[in-house]
């Protein structure tokens, strides 16, 4: 649930990167922190797990407009993605406003991505919060390995994977490009604040 410091006239509110390890979460994340310097808030801070990484910084939504004369402020977090650390993961969700699930687009990852969103489900779950209720996101990430002669998945199939009965909006990206990666971060923060003032009774 997001944070309303009414001295500061702010409200801080959530988003987290969640899927599987290696799908470019963190990618997505040195990327928005390295192009949007200007709406970066202080630094990025990074705890290091073996193999992986949790990321976060403040991020200044510019031009999405105030909730009740209050300034928005956006902390962008990632989770590590290995199986082994589910309570990290589960910890980093915890007041979590909006969720942008990063597929990867590689044949070989497919069961990673179905198990990754079942994982994401289950913690949200354990905080009394349904993932069809969420304002979600999803990225189908790593789309340019195709030049290179990987084998990856049409965007139809990972459609019917992920999201056909989310229904939610999704984007083709790349990661390391750019390509995708400020559309799926935007269109997170437009659903995640219309979700924020329906909470909040702001028409």
Request: net charge positive.
């Amino acid at each position: 649930m997001a944070i309303v410091n009414i001295k500061k006239r702010e409200i801080e509110c959530k988003i987290v990167y969640y899927g599987p390890g290696r799908c470019g979460k963190t990618t997505n994340l040195d990327y928005i922190f390295k192009t949007y310097k200007k709406q970066v808030e202080g630094e990025m801070v990074s705890v290091d797990t073996e193999g992986d990484r949790t990321l976060f910084f403040d991020f200044l939504p510019i031009g999405i407009g105030k909730i009740k004369g209050c300034e928005v402020k956006i902390q962008l977090y990632t989770v590590p993605g290995q199986v082994h650390y589910s309570s990290t993961r589960k910890l980093v969700l915890r007041g979590v406003d909006g969720v942008i699930f990063v597929a990867d687009s590689l044949k070989v990852r497919r069961e990673k991505n179905l198990e990754s969103l079942k994982d994401l489900q289950h913690n949200l779950k354990e905080y009394g919060l349904s993932l069809f209720k969420i304002p979600l996101v999803i990225q189908h990430n790593k789309r340019d390995l195709a030049e290179q002669g990987f084998s990856l998945m049409s965007i139809e199939q990972m459609e019917r994977d992920i999201n056909r009965q989310l229904k939610v909006p999704s984007f083709p990206a790349s990661a390391i490009t750019g390509q995708g990666v400020g559309a799926t971060l935007k269109e997170s923060m437009v659903v995640t604040l219309r979700s924020l003032k329906k909470e909040m009774g702001v028409g």
